[in-house]
């Protein structure tokens, strides 16, 4: 499908490569700095726009029709249902401090 | 054989409507269905998490060197993919597998460190019984691992013995790399997460 | 274009005719018929095993029946076979009941219902409806039903283990699934085994739907059953794979000592049981049930398409409200994400979370209610024809929607409470699957059987399976709603014979048995109608006896290797009864003339 030159598409792709590598060096850069809870809404993120990154460019996302697209979207969404459920499953349950599970 | 172009459409060429032949739409559903595997895996890490008092700090746990290696190696593989499909695409069969040889030794790469990884924990008395940080390590790491083996399979068959397959229809064969870069491509993915969420958090 | 350049191609260079295509050389029996890539033979390997896995299922139950209904008496004549360690004088022990209720769930959900309804139709049919020759992906289609098979026999060969197979419910709940005997350890391997063809299948039927369809069989051009084998394959592919992650988990539990679902302080047995702990139970049961809730529609749905095909046959006309039923159909299969939290109401949710799942699980009543709604109207002003068939779909119909309303109570929150683990669920889900889809499913076989054997099935013996099938349904299921109401708990080996309060309910469990082994006789009718039609049944003397629209009667009978006698167009919808100025009350898909 690419009708670039092979050397264009070289380039862009090196170019991406550095990106996501460079992005990975953030997050462990934020890693260190040890935020705690706050470093979630920071290293997820960046994280997504890593894999975002990656599906575009990499998994030819971009180009896809339609059909993916909406099949990505609606696989997302039941994925995010399945993650979101239990924090607020957690957050919202009548829980006593001695039924916290411990480590 | 009953997969012939002429008895199953659009296993080489796309149809227009979707713009996927067969073996990509397939691919794609089968990713998403990967997606929810690891995100049932991910959501039971999110749950036992946010619910516990404690939580190992993570960072000490892991040797964060050995990941963002892997992480590199994992990359860099993908890269050595497409730049195979490209050279594949062009006809360029040396080049074609000296790259998909490239990848499957960055696989290797990465197995190997991650049985460095492993052999650190276990002399360290660190089991996947010893907390549910590491039983979670393991097991989200190890699934990803078998994916990582069953990639290495895949590629060592379209790099090898697959071949003859070639020889029998060309822009098939260059279908069935480009299913199986997606595949590989997915794997890094999911690294990417696990190494973010696993070590990094 | 591809199809263009493929109809040439085949012109001048193959003769379709009954006989195998003449491109592919002679194949072996254990090709052809054993190790076979074509969706007709393994939709029919399919069905033999999920018939059998039905059955086998069914007699799990008919054993069950005997405790409810007799606690503590020996069993006649095969009381005393099962050994001591299950029956020990004929006398059930409480252990084998169990092993009998989590298997018979266990079997006649994955192993049963859910394979006849969606691997055996959908594999059969699916090509056939959409004017294809096979399966996008034959080879992964055989690959899907060995390991199916596989998985099945694995599940089966738990009950040889020496403490038996696995005992605690088909819902395995943690803390007592990671500790019990190696019976669930097997469980959650089959099952993970099952989950993986099923996966295999779904991407295999969706891409089949949406790239191999004939040219001019748009979407609105489907019939129904597609649709419905459509979203079926999207809720298996999303909502398994979290099934499968839950019971690696477990089987992690199992295996190597972690703690994914064993909370602190687990005591066991009177010890403090040498784990990690710091894992939650109710983890299992969220994951669980984010597949369970979407199953019940994978159960659900297959059958929803097969009556509808009946019944616009039947009736002779065109389904009405047919762009509703679609919309819903779709509507449904996104919200059925989204409800699963309904079956842990009593796990100590917090009201917020359970007022969500609670409007949810009200909201996605409205779908099904359209979709039965639609069917029902179809039948005003149609010109019904009462065959065998058409019996069942009738059936169907008032069933499904009495369970689907005995629903709505345990979807309520509040009323919930009194009914959860009550015999009025076992009620309320049997109805919809056994009066309901299992109905429908019968339907589809006696509606298909001419069109894959050539020969049609008794109609006489057919009336004698379904008559007195529907009434012992009733007269099982229905007691139990009543016994549920009056608070009678489920899973009790007993059959609640030890607390004084369900004393004047206990004569139903005599009640339902009786009906249960009423019913067992009756399907003795199918049986042998079923093995004996496929030799001596009455030969049908067309290809579409039925006369009906749709594409998979266009083909000889039965059907060849690659499906169609020639390349197929589709020129209109699929419910095409009764048109104006047509010279037949029914005009197929593929005929360019009305």
């Known amino acids: 499908m690419e009708e670039h030159s092979h050397k264009d598409e070289f380039k862009r792709d090196i170019l991406i490569y550095c990106c996501i590598i460079a992005l990975v060096g953030v997050i462990i850069f934020i890693s260190h700095l040890h935020l705690g809870t706050g470093g979630i809404f920071l290293i997820v993120p960046i994280a997504c726009v890593e894999a975002g990154i990656l599906g575009f460019y990499f998994m030819h996302l971009m180009t896809k029709k339609r059909t993916v697209h909406l099949l990505l979207l609606l696989t997302v969404i039941v994925f995010v249902t399945l993650l979101f459920w239990p924090a607020w499953d957690v957050a919202y349950s009548p829980r006593t401090p001695s039924e916290f599970t411990t480590y | 054989m009953h997969e012939t172009e002429e008895f199953i459409p659009y296993i080489v060429n796309p149809r227009e409507d979707t713009g996927l032949y067969n073996a990509k739409f397939g691919i794609w559903l089968f990713l998403a269905s990967e997606v929810m595997l690891f995100g049932s895996l991910f959501s039971a890490y999110i749950l036992l998490r946010v619910g516990s008092f404690t939580w190992p700090v993570q960072s000490e746990l892991q040797d964060i060197r050995i990941g963002a290696l892997n992480s590199v190696i994992l990359l860099t593989s993908s890269i050595f993919f497409i730049r195979a499909w490209v050279a594949l695409k062009a006809d360029d069969i040396a080049k074609y597998k000296k790259f998909m040889y490239l990848v499957i030794l960055c696989a290797f790469s990465f197995l190997f460190f991650k049985g460095v990884e492993y052999h650190n924990h276990f002399s360290h008395g660190e089991f996947p019984k010893t907390s549910v940080y590491l039983g979670l390590y393991f097991l989200m790491t190890g699934l990803h691992a078998l994916h990582i083996i069953g990639g290495i399979l895949v590629n060592i068959y379209y790099a090898g013995p697959g071949m003859y397959l070639r020889a029998q229809n060309k822009q098939w064969f260059i279908n069935r790399v480009e299913v199986a870069g997606l595949y590989w491509h997915f794997v890094d993915l999911v690294w990417i997460f696990l190494f973010s969420t696993l070590y990094l958090l | ?594």
């Not at chain 3, 939709?43 to 033999?48: R, S």
């Not at chain 3, 999920?50 to 007699?59: A, Q, T, W, Y």
């Not at chain 3, 689907?404 to 009025?424: F, M, N, R, V």
Request: hydrophobic share 50%; charged share 10%.
């Open chain 3, 1 to 594: 274009m591809s199809s263009a350049h493929d109809s040439a191609h085949h012109d001048s260079s193959h003769h379709h005719t009954s006989h195998s295509d003449s491109s592919h050389h002679h194949q072996s029996f254990w090709s052809k018929y054993v190790f076979s890539t074509d969706h007709k033979i393994i939709g029919i390997q399919y069905l033999f095993m999920s018939l059998f896995f039905l059955f086998f299922g069914f007699c799990l139950m008919l054993l069950m029946r005997w405790q409810i209904a007799y606690p503590g008496h020996p069993l006649p004549i095969i009381g005393k076979m099962f050994g001591a360690n299950s029956m020990p004088g004929g006398v059930m022990l409480p252990e084998f009941y169990n092993q009998l209720g989590a298997m018979h769930g266990t079997i006649m959900v994955f192993l049963g219902v859910v394979p006849l309804g969606f691997a055996v139709f959908g594999n059969y049919l699916i090509p056939l409806q959409i004017g294809a020759k096979d399966m996008a992906f034959p080879r992964l289609n055989m690959f899907s039903y060995w390991s199916f098979l596989v998985g099945g026999l694995l599940m089966l060969s738990s009950f040889f283990l020496p403490g038996g197979p696995a005992s605690n419910g088909w819902t395995s709940y943690s803390p007592l699934s990671d500790i019990s005997h190696d019976g669930q350890t097997i469980w959650l391997f089959s099952m993970a085994i099952i989950i993986i063809s099923s996966l295999l299948s779904s991407l295999n039927f969706i891409t089949t739907i949406f790239n191999l369809r004939a040219p001019g069989m748009t979407f609105e051009r489907l019939p129904f059953f597609i649709w419905a084998q459509l979203i079926t394959a999207f809720l298996l592919l999303l909502a398994f794979p979290p099934l499968e992650g839950a019971a690696f988990l477990q089987l992690c539990d199992r295996l190597l000592g972690t703690s994914f679902f064993l909370p602190s302080g687990l005591f066991v047995n009177g010890h403090l049981y040498n784990v990690s702990g710091g894992g939650n139970a109710l983890l299992w049961q969220h994951l669980f049930w984010f597949l369970g809730h979407p199953e019940v529609y994978v159960i659900i749905l297959p059958a929803l398409g097969i009556v509808t095909e009946i019944i616009a046959c039947n009736t002779r006309k065109n389904i009405s409200g047919f762009s509703m039923m679609r919309w819903s159909i779709i509507f449904l299969g996104f919200l059925s994400f989204v409800v699963w939290s309904h079956h842990t109401y009593l796990t100590g949710m917090g009201t917020n979370i359970t007022a969500f799942f609670q409007t949810t699980t009200m909201i996605i009543s409205i779908p099904s209610v359209i979709i039965i709604s639609a069917l029902f109207i179809t039948l005003w002003g149609g010109s019904i024809r009462f065959n065998v068939p058409m019996l069942f779909a009738l059936a169907f119909l008032p069933m499904f929607g009495f369970g689907g309303l005995t629903g709505l109570p345990l979807g309520l929150a509040a009323t919930d409470i009194p009914l959860h683990d009550t015999y009025y669920v076992i009620g309320h889900f049997h109805y919809v699957v056994a009066p309901g889809v299992v109905l429908g499913l019968f339907a589809g076989i006696y509606y298909w059987f001419p069109k894959a054997t050539g020969r049609k099935m008794n109609e006489v013996l057919g009336h004698l399976h379904f008559w007195p099938t529907l009434i012992t349904m009733n007269l099982v299921f229905f007691p139990m709603l009543i016994q549920g109401l009056m608070g009678l708990n489920r899973r009790m080996y007993d059959g609640g014979a030890t607390y004084t309060f369900a004393h004047d309910i206990l004569y139903w469990n005599v009640v339902i048995s009786w009906a249960a082994w009423f019913m067992a006789a009756a399907q003795l009718f199918f049986i042998f109608n079923f093995f004996y039609s496929m030799f001596n049944g009455e030969k049908v003397h067309s290809d579409n006896p039925w006369h009906s629209a749709t594409l998979e009667w266009a083909t000889p009978t039965p059907p060849p290797h690659g499906n169609f006698a020639k390349p197929i167009t589709v020129y209109r919808e699929p419910y095409s009864y009764s048109l104006e100025g047509a010279p037949k009350d029914y005009s197929p898909q593929d005929q360019k003339e009305i």
